[in-house]
């Protein structure tokens, strides 16, 4: 059964979807020029089907020939790089990160936050893990016909998490014949190693069909080493070894007699080149120049090795009925290298004995140590399975047309970490304690008269690459210090829907469509951290198990009502309205609304416009997640050398902090650069209180196609989103300044200080505290010109501006005051992709060019020769920025039709090598460049074979 709808003239259609429903239409000139008989169609954003939904609401399609176009190999790559699209979420970039999203692919719209965003595949959810993060990686590229992006809070229609927008990858389906493609590539420095290998195969019959897709994809890892923005340390080619660490791979030790090890000013000792280490003359005073870079042991963009086979099986039992099931398995793994772990004794309570072999003056003695020789590893193993069947169909009754659709949806994801090089406590105090050296030179635990048999001993005062008993660099010491850690989790999603759409009454401007539906689905999810790290026996952050589930009942109404058509300034008017009822067997339920207006006061122009209300239900990571554990940065108002420091208050003295306290950094040392990285672990967690986050978001766009220049669409449109109640950690500095400078004595509950002053453990957990406001515009321009005897040349323009991007905040005196963040760095004020295509025959050239504003960063007191603007005031505070200029990549790519019926392309991203800026508060990233920038040219070729 088919509908009968008036034509749309294929320029009015945003190209993108213009390209997605080519198929659709008998020919270009028939849908310019008469009526055209279409298939129903669901659009992204809405339920109910009809030829002209998709120009409701701003919608982006990818086809297959716009991916082919683009160098990338990855869903998420392809997403990151569209205006609206936000800062990398969990960045790969970013070393240090850590936890069950690490490893995964995700989108982030509008800079809302991935777990914002929601994806689907094929209309169904994807799985996602306990904290909401949907994975993009599961899904293979040669299984994607197109990706369709609703920039536009979609509750009402999706329910939960579709705050900034929604993506859905449709998968290809009814695919007759084969298709193999082979990619490789590698960055100009001869690193970064891609290869991807893929085939699809897929038989079609009169009534249905089978197409799978199976694909292999490899990413080598980046070092540190390698990058001129890494290589030297936290400033890039501007770092010293005064911004090295003090806790070096030489190791270093401090005598308790002679000094307060816990101060600024005691005395440090690290071995002379080729002295006796059991000679306490052999030793001078550390120095800066042998101070770690702990860069040279991290990877600037972490390796990945990706497999997945994608099955869809369709059949029609009639005419009007039909089964579909799609079927898919990925098995994705990720490789992480950091910097061997700072080890510092004050922090565990491990001095060297004085009973140890090693100890050079026989007493305790505290030494700091960097675990060079076994740098810390993860492997993260995510096996996701999914299967998605349905029944669909349509009836006829009383002279109208309607459609059904029954489905159900498993998803299972199961994660195992194994990590390596956190060092086991309980082995480190044996290692530590009394020892002995035995007759075959090995350095054993106990005496020679009572051995600890399995137990070696370990000198920390030998420096990495020296020989000797007790290095470090012995495999069975290895073995005892630093065992091999696992973490597992699962998470499941099942979910059952019926749906019905159709139109109800046909009023004088057209058919009232509608659309209603129901659904049932549950999560659950489980994550369950190593018994080490659950125990805090370990040199690794401390976390206990996350597990929970809840279910919910859904129920939702789409009413599409034409009001005007074929009238003078009003061509079509159209409004659509739908309302979601969401039932939590957690926190209860929750209604959310959108409406739409549709103007076509002409048939060049579309005005269109909505108000959406959206909502995200916390996560089960949210709501029952363990507790976590983090070195945090952060300014103690307590501290001496503070801007605004209230040293010597009521508060801090009752505290018992000392007059002269100086907040202290990593190894103990006093800061000297605000906000200071503490050398102890703070804990945070999860807080079965929270309440969803509830949004509004508004558009209201232009769609113009001038019928006097055809092909030529130029759109605009404003949006505006407001969310509020977000669930945020409950921020370090705000329980200080809450504490100690506003007299909060409630909020000073979970702060622990030792003797000097310093803060040895605070626990801040989850609020919903948040709020934000992001407006702005989008703009797109696509022109396909005349075909000229030179080639056919396309164009299309797309900026996103940001106009403002606004948090919810405190200054120190406890006054709210509101943060406006755009130009911070992936807040960008204008991204901007001009993208030139060029076909000539069975040649073609796509030319990319990607522009991104200016970024801005807070100095700190960190060096006012880098702030190019010392004197900035924000909220009537002193706020010294510096200040980054724009930056454009290029990308470019060749191709060539082969006679064969194959297609080979060449092409490089940032094909010119452009460097970004450095940035010394690492956004988005480990080091100092901005995590979301291309890191260096990267060379690929791509070979596709049809059968």
């Not at 759109?715 to 969310?723: A, C, G, Q, T």
């Not at 069975?842 to 880098?866: H, I, P, Q």
Request: net charge negative.
């Amino acid at each position: 059964m088919k509908f009968r709808t008036p034509a749309v003239r294929l320029g009015l259609l945003p190209a993108g979807i213009a390209i997605a429903l080519t198929p659709a239409f008998a020919s270009a000139q028939d849908a310019a020029t008469g009526a055209t008989t279409l298939d129903r169609l669901e659009v992204t954003g809405s339920r109910i089907r009809g030829a002209n939904m998709e120009t409701q609401q701003p919608i982006i399609t990818l086809s297959r020939e716009n991916l082919e176009k683009q160098g990338f190999t990855s869903v998420a790559d392809v997403l990151q790089n569209l205006t609206s699209a936000g800062s990398p979420a969990i960045s790969r970039a970013y070393a240090l990160a850590s936890g069950e999203n690490v490893g995964g692919y995700y989108v982030d719209l509008r800079n809302l936050g991935a777990n914002r965003t929601l994806v689907l595949m094929n209309g169904k959810r994807l799985g996602a893990t306990t904290g909401g993060y949907q994975d993009l990686s599961q899904i293979p590229m040669s299984a994607i016909e197109r990706i369709e992006v609703l920039k536009d809070g979609a509750s009402a229609i999706y329910g939960s998490d579709a705050i900034a927008g929604v993506v859905n990858v449709i998968t290809r389906k009814r695919f007759d014949g084969a298709e193999a493609q082979v990619y490789v590539g590698q960055y100009g420095e001869g690193d970064g190693d891609t290869e991807q290998y893929s085939f699809t195969l897929g038989a079609e019959g009169e009534r249905g069909g089978v197409t799978l897709s199976a694909e292999y994809s490899k990413q080598d890892p980046v070092m540190a080493g390698d990058r001129w923005f890494s290589r030297n340390g936290g400033k890039g080619p501007n770092s010293t070894s005064a911004d090295w660490s003090p806790i070096s791979q030489n190791g270093s030790w401090c005598q308790p007699s002679l000094n307060n090890c816990t101060k600024a000013g005691s005395i440090w000792q690290t071995l002379n080149p080729g002295g006796d280490p059991s000679n306490p003359a052999d030793y001078h005073e550390i120095t800066g120049a042998e101070f770690a870079n702990a860069n040279q042991q991290m990877m600037v963009q972490t390796g990945i090795v990706r497999k997945s086979v994608y099955i869809n099986g369709n059949y029609d039992f009639t005419d009007s009925i039909s089964f579909n099931a799609d079927l898919l398995y990925n098995d994705r793994t990720t490789d992480q290298l950091i910097a061997g772990y700072p080890y510092q004794s004050l922090a565990f309570g491990t001095p060297l004995s004085a009973d140890s072999a090693f100890n050079p003056v026989g007493e305790d003695v505290e030494f700091r140590r960097r675990l060079w020789e076994v740098p810390r590893t993860t492997q993260s193993k995510l096996k996701t399975l999914r299967f998605a069947p349905s029944v669909s169909g349509f009836f006829e009754f009383a002279g109208k047309s309607f459609d059904w659709n029954v489905g159900a949806l498993w998803n299972r994801n199961e994660v195992t970490k194994s990590n390596r090089g956190d060092m086991s406590l309980i082995a480190s105090e044996q290692a530590l304690g009394q020892s002995f050296i035995d007759a075959n030179g090995v350095a054993r635990c106990g005496t020679a008269a009572k051995p600890v048999d399995g137990c070696y001993a370990w000198n920390p005062l030998l420096p990495y690459g020296v020989s000797g008993p007790g290095s470090l660099a012995n495999k069975d010491l290895q073995d005892f210090l630093f065992p091999i850690y696992t973490t597992t989790g699962t998470t499941k999603t099942t979910s059952f829907t019926a749906d019905l759409s159709g139109s109800i009454v046909t009023l004088p401007a057209g058919d009232l469509g509608f659309a209603v539906g129901v659904e049932h689905r549950k999560e659950e999810g489980r994550y369950v951290p190593d018994a080490f790290a659950q125990s805090g026996m370990s040199t690794g952050l401390a976390s206990t198990t996350t597990s929970g589930a809840y279910d919910l009942d859904e129920v939702y109404l789409e009413l599409n009502i034409p009001v005007l058509a074929d009238m003078a300034f009003a061509k079509e008017l159209t409004v659509n309205v739908a309302s979601r009822y969401s039932d939590y067997s957690n926190f209860g339920g929750t209604t959310n609304s959108k409406f739409g207006l549709t103007w076509r006061p002409t048939d060049d122009l579309l005005v269109r416009g909505t108000y959406a209300e959206g909502f995200r239900a916390p996560s089960i990571d949210n709501l029952y997640g363990g507790i976590g554990s983090s070195f945090e940065k952060y300014t103690d108002p307590c501290s001496v050398g503070v801007g605004g420091s209230v040293a010597g208050n009521a508060a801090c003295t009752a505290a018992g902090v000392p007059g002269d306290y100086v907040q202290l950094g990593q190894g103990l040392a006093p800061c000297t650069t605000w906000p200071c990285a503490t050398p102890d672990q703070f804990i945070s967690g999860s807080n079965e209180n929270l309440l969803p986050e509830t949004s509004t978001s508004k558009t209201v766009g232009i769609v113009w196609s001038p019928r006097w220049v055809q092909g030529l669409d130029v759109s605009l449109d404003w949006f505006r989103y407001e969310i509020k109640n977000m669930i945020i950690e409950d921020d370090v500095d705000r329980i200080l300044r809450d504490c100690y400078v506003l007299g909060d004595s409630s909020r000073c509950a979970g702060i622990v200080r030792a003797p000097d002053g310093h803060i040895t453990q605070l626990f801040y957990g989850l609020t919903n505290l948040g709020q934000m406001k992001t407006e702005g515009y989008d703009v797109g321009v696509k022109y396909r010109l005349p075909e000229l005897a030179i080639g056919q040349f396309s164009i299309d323009w797309q900026t996103t501006y940001t106009s403002k991007y606004d948090e919810a905040g405190q200054n120190k005196d406890g006054d709210d005051i509101t943060i406006g963040n755009v130009g911070a760095p992936g807040i960008f004020r204008v991204r901007s992709n001009l993208g030139v295509n060029w076909a000539l025959g069975d040649f073609g050239v796509n030319y990319t060019a990607r522009y991104y504003s200016g970024m801005k960063e807070g100095c700190g007191l960190t060096s006012y020769a880098w702030c190019n603007k010392p004197d900035h005031i924000s909220n009537g505070e002193s706020d010294p920025l510096h200040v980054a200029g724009s930056n454009t990549f290029h990308d470019l790519q060749v191709n060539w039709k082969a006679p064969w019926d194959a297609t080979i392309a060449i092409g490089a991203n940032n094909v010119f090598n452009h460097r970004g800026p450095l940035m010394y508060s690492a956004p988005n990233s480990s080091f100092a460049y901005y995590g979301g920038f291309d890191i260096g040219r990267f060379i690929y070729m791509k070979y596709t074979q049809r059968f």
